[in-house]
């Protein structure tokens, strides 16, 4: 298991590690809100984790990469589920919705309410199960 969590926290480094510091940089900009904080913005892309990572703070930081190169301001989360980093090994994939917010629109820091909230397993109990 502790070799399972050191790939998966490699794989993260090298990921963001092929990241520009300015793209690095958008990425924290995108402001995480509520989707009653975005009326009057205007809608871009739903967004998507491209699969599973050890952490959501690893999957949170993935999906406002990929608002901040649709040219975002902020992110709406709306979904969160488990899948297989590994066979036995379960990681995080979120989901949300990227706007455009003019200034004066919109919040100015992050709203720790629109972040979901969710306890993840790190193992998957079907997996564990050994059938003789």
């Known amino acids: ?3 399972a969590l050191s790939i998966a926290a490699c794989c993260a480094f090298v990921l963001t590690g092929c990241m520009s510091a300015q793209e690095q940089e958008a990425a924290n900009k995108i402001i995480t809100a509520l989707p009653t904080e975005v009326e009057g913005c205007t809608f ?3 967004v998507d984790n491209n699969g599973p990572f ?3 703070p ?3 930081f993935n999906l406002k990469h990929q608002a901040a190169q ?3 301001t902020h992110l ?3 979904y969160a589920y488990t899948a297989h980093i590994t066979y036995r090994l379960l990681g ?3 989901s949300g919705r990227a706007y455009k917010c003019p200034l004066g629109k919109g919040p100015i820091v ?3 309410a629109g972040k979901l909230q969710y306890d993840f397993p790190m193992t998957d109990p079907e997996q564990d199960i050994i059938h003789d």
């Open 58 to 60: 690893m999957a949170r």
């Open 76 to 78: 709406v989360e709306k």
């Open 110 to 112: 992050n709203n720790e």
């Open 54 to 56: 050890s952490t959501v």
């Open 1 to 3: 298991m502790k070799k």
């Open 70 to 72: 649709l040219g975002a």
């Open 44 to 46: 871009i892309a739903d």
């Open 92 to 94: 995080v994939v979120l």
